[in-house]
């Protein structure tokens, strides 16, 4: 999910967060002063902030991309190592290239591909 505080947030004694500023919320929590949510801010700190202090504003699951280019590329990777053609292939554009370690061939097409399907699945966002 999305959000915007509606409020501005000390961060701490020398850092304010700005009402208005968007945030991504990750995970909610329910704890002794009501929900609280952990939220990713536009640097990539994740702080945790009263519920009654953002506004939502997207409702969509939070997807960690990161997580996700991980999951695909190691799926990635089982797929060349099962597939001689491609195995390969792999191995042959690598080596024309000027890598020869199969390793670093079969890990660079994993995250490429990886790469590949992210960038079309954020289309549909």
């Known amino acids: 999910m999305k959000g915007k505080t509606n409020i501005g947030i000390e961060l701490s004694k020398t850092e304010m967060l700005a009402i208005g500023t968007e945030v991504e919320i990750l995970d909610s929590l329910n704890g002794y002063a009501g929900v609280v949510y952990r939220c990713k801010l536009p640097k990539g700190k994740q702080v945790m902030i009263n519920s009654n202090k953002v506004d939502i ?3 969509s699951p939070y997807i960690d991309w990161e997580q996700r280019r991980y999951e695909i590329a190691k799926e ?50």
């Open 57 to 59: 504003t997207d409702y």
């Open 76 to 125: 990635t990777v089982t797929a060349i190592m099962s597939n001689e053609d491609f195995y390969h292939q792999v191995l042959c554009e690598g080596a024309e290239h000027g890598q020869r370690q199969i390793q670093t061939n079969i890990a660079r097409a994993a995250v490429i591909f990886a790469d590949a399907l992210i960038k079309e699945l954020k289309k549909g966002e």
